[in-house]
């Protein structure tokens, strides 16, 4: 079990400091997920806590790829009503 920061992370360091078991490593060209301490804070908190605080959606995904905060995680916004929200929002 573990999870991974992929190449959408901005390097914020929103994460770094949540994780329970310092499995979180600031790094270049984005942070990166300790495999051998993430435990996906299981025993510790309901959910991930570096994907509940990550402000980029997407970024965190677990071992099957899936994004734990997917896309619309954040906003309520379903990614299929992305262009009229902004077209909605562009109009006013």
Do not use: Y
């Amino acid at each position: 079990m573990s999870l991974k920061i992929i190449e959408t992370c901005v390097n914020c360091w929103a994460c770094e400091p949540l994780c329970p078991n310092g499995a979180v490593i600031a790094a270049k060209p984005h942070f990166l997920i300790d495999a051998h301490k993430c435990g996906e804070c299981l025993g510790d908190f309901e959910e991930p806590q570096c994907a509940a605080i990550c402000p980029i959606e997407g970024a965190i995904i677990d071992a099957l790829g899936n994004a734990i905060n997917p896309a619309g995680s954040l906003t309520g916004i379903p990614p299929e009503r992305w262009d009229a929200v902004r077209a909605e929002i562009a109009a006013r």
